[in-house]
C-alpha cells in the first residue's frame, strides 16, 4: 500500500477501524433480543426477587438499571406519546428533569433516537455511535496536526476504547459528553489554519451539543484545557512574531465560547439554580482535595487490575473500581512516555506535553486546585470525574510517539526514549509495591504487572523496529492496543436479555 493511497482512503479505513473495535466492544448487545444493561439486578429486588436468584456478572454497575434506564424510559414515553417530559412526577414529590443534565432532556441525538427505538436498544445503539464518533472526532483533530495517518488512527483507537469510557459505558451522560471532547479541538485548529470563523460556529455548536450531553464536570474541565491549548498556539505565534495568527488564535476561542455556552445555557443554569439544594453540598479546596486521583493508583496505567476487579476477585483499593480507573493501554502508556522525547518539537508537542502535565497534576490534586475557584463551577468539582483527561492526553501523545518513531529513525532521542519509559515504569513499580504487604491477592496483582510490563516491552521492540516495515509494524502496534483494551474491557459492562 502507497504512502498515497493510505492519505487519500485513510478517513474511511479510520472509520472501518472504529466500527469494528466498537462493535466488537458491543457485540450481541445491538441484537434485538439483548441490551447494554445490568437487568441480571432485577432479582435483587422486589417483588422479581421471589424468582431463582441470579448472580450478577457485574455488581458495581447499578446506577444504569436505578436511575439512567428508568430515565430513558420516560424520555422515550414521552416523545413517542409527542410531548417534552420536562417534570418527573414519579420521584419523591416531583422533580424537574430540565434542571438535570443528567437526564439529558435536550440532547438531540436521544430526541431523535427516542421516536424510532425502544429505550432498552436505544442505549445500545447510542453508545455504538458515539464511540465510533470519539474515535473519528480524535483522528481528525491529529490529521489536523499533520501527524502520520497511523498514529491519528492510533490515537483515534485509544481514545474509543480507554478505560475510563469503559467502565462508565452505560451511564449514558459520559460517553454524550466526552465523545464530542476532540471535536472542539479539531474545529478549532481548523478555524485557526484556515482562518474561517465558520469552523469556530462549527466547534461551538460541538460545545453546546457536549454540555447538553450531560456530564458537565466534563465541560468544566475540558475548557480548562481548551484555554491552556489555545494559549500555548497564541503565544508560539507571537513569538515568531506572527501578531496576526496570534491574535486569531485568541479571538477564534470567542465564537466557540459563546455558541457553546449558549447552546448549553438550556441546561447550565437550571441545573445551576438546582445544584444549590441539591444532597451534594457545594465544595471547598479542601473538600476537593479528598476526590484526588490517589498517586498509587498510578500503576493502575500499566497493570489496570493490580488492586484486583469487580468481575474476578473483587477490589480492594481506594474508593471503587470504576471511580480509579484511567488506562488507556500498557503498550500505549510506553509508547506516550516514548513521545515526551521522539516527538517533534513543534507547537503541537507542546500543546500535548503541556495538556498531560496540567491533566496529572490536576487530578492527583497539585496545589493548582487553589486556582480552579477563579472560575465558575469549581465549587461542585470531584476530582476523579476528571480521570478522563489521563487518556485524552495519552491518546495525544501515543500519536506523537508513533510520528517520532516513524519519521526519524535511530536518532539519540530515541535511544534516551526507553532508558526513560524503562525508569518510569520501574518508578511506578517501586511506588506501588508497598501497598501489596499482606494482601491476599498480591499473586493476581504481580500477575497483572507482568502482562502490562510485556506489552510495554512488545510496544517498544516494535518501535525499535519500525524502520524496517512500517506500515507493518504500526499496524501491529495498532492491533496491540485495540486487542489489549477490548481483552481487559469488554466483559465489565453486563450485556443481558431482555427477557429479564
Request: contains cysteine; hydrophobic residues 50%; positive net charge.
Given at each position: ?50 424468582s ?36 418527573n ?23 431523535i ?16 455511535g ?11 483533530f ?16 485509544v ?63 475540558t ?78 496505567l500499566?497493570?489496570?487490575?493490580f ?85 485524552f ?13 516513524w ?13 526513560v ?80
Amino acid at each position: 500500500m502507497s504512502k498515497g493511497i493510505v492519505h487519500k482512503r485513510s478517513g474511511w479505513i479510520a472509520l472501518i477501524l472504529f466500527a469494528v473495535a466498537a462493535t466488537a466492544l458491543l457485540r450481541h448487545s445491538l441484537l434485538p433480543d439483548y441490551a447494554l444493561l445490568p437487568l441480571d439486578l432485577v432479582n435483587n429486588n422486589e417483588p422479581w426477587a421471589l424468582s431463582e436468584p441470579i448472580v450478577p456478572q457485574n455488581a458495581l454497575i447499578s446506577d444504569p438499571f436505578y436511575s439512567f434506564y428508568p430515565r430513558r424510559y420516560l424520555l422515550t414515553e414521552s416523545i413517542q406519546q409527542g410531548e417534552l417530559p420536562l417534570w418527573n412526577p414519579f420521584v419523591m414529590a416531583g422533580t424537574p428533569n430540565f434542571a438535570n443534565p443528567n437526564f439529558q432532556l435536550f440532547y438531540w441525538p436521544n430526541l431523535i433516537t427516542a421516536v424510532f427505538l425502544p429505550a432498552v436498544h436505544a442505549l445500545s445503539w447510542l453508545a455504538w455511535g458515539h464511540l465510533i464518533l470519539s474515535g473519528m472526532l480524535m483522528y481528525l483533530f491529529l490529521r489536523r496536526q499533520q501527524l502520520i495517518v497511523p498514529a491519528c488512527w492510533l490515537g483515534g483507537m485509544v481514545w474509543l476504547l480507554n478505560g475510563y469510557t469503559l467502565v462508565w459505558l452505560e451511564n449514558p451522560h459520559r460517553l454524550s459528553t466526552a465523545a464530542w471532547i476532540p471535536g472542539i479541538f479539531w474545529a478549532y485548529e481548523t478555524a485557526v489554519q484556515t482562518k474561517r470563523y465558520r469552523w469556530a460556529a462549527i466547534g461551538g455548536l460541538i460545545l453546546g451539543t457536549a454540555i447538553l450531553g450531560g456530564q458537565v464536570q466534563f465541560i468544566f474541565a475540558t475548557g480548562l484545557v481548551f484555554g491552556l491549548y489555545g494559549l500555548i498556539g497564541a503565544l508560539s505565534r507571537w513569538q515568531k512574531e506572527d501578531w496576526a495568527s496570534a491574535k486569531q488564535c485568541v479571538l477564534m476561542m470567542l465564537p466557540i465560547g459563546l455558541i457553546g455556552l449558549g447552546i448549553g445555557s438550556l441546561v447550565l443554569l437550571p441545573s445551576t439554580e438546582f445544584a444549590q439544594i441539591s444532597q451534594r453540598s457545594l465544595a471547598d479546596a479542601t473538600t476537593i482535595l479528598d476526590s484526588r486521583w490517589p498517586t498509587s493508583q498510578l500503576i493502575t496505567l500499566l497493570a489496570p487490575d493490580f488492586f484486583g476487579n469487580p468481575q474476578t476477585i473483587g477490589y480492594w483499593g481506594t474508593s471503587n473500581y470504576a471511580e480509579m480507573t484511567a488506562y488507556f493501554g500498557a503498550g500505549a502508556l510506553a509508547l506516550a512516555i516514548s513521545g515526551v522525547l521522539v516527538g517533534g518539537y513543534g507547537r503541537f508537542y507542546i500543546q500535548a506535553v503541556a495538556i498531560a502535565s496540567f491533566s496529572l497534576l490536576l487530578v492527583i490534586g497539585s496545589p493548582l486546585i487553589n486556582t480552579l475557584f477563579i472560575f465558575p463551577g469549581a465549587e461542585f468539582l470531584s476530582l476523579r470525574r476528571l480521570l478522563f483527561l489521563i487518556p485524552f492526553a495519552g491518546a495525544l501523545l501515543v500519536a506523537i510517539g508513533l510520528d517520532g518513531w516513524w519519521l526519524k529513525p535511530s536518532s539519540n532521542r530515541q535511544l534516551a526514549a526507553l532508558g526513560v519509559v524503562g525508569t518510569s515504569l520501574a518508578l511506578l513499580v517501586i511506588r506501588a509495591i508497598p501497598t501489596l504487604e499482606n494482601v491476599p491477592q498480591a499473586n493476581s496483582s504481580w500477575q497483572n504487572l507482568g502482562r502490562g510490563l510485556l506489552l510495554a516491552t512488545v510496544m517498544l521492540g516494535l518501535m525499535v523496529y519500525l524502520p524496517k516495515r512500517p506500515f507493518l509494524i504500526a499496524g501491529l502496534a495498532l492491533l496491540i492496543v485495540m486487542l489489549d483494551l477490548l481483552q481487559w474491557g469488554w466483559r465489565f459492562n453486563p450485556i443481558t436479555s431482555t427477557e429479564l
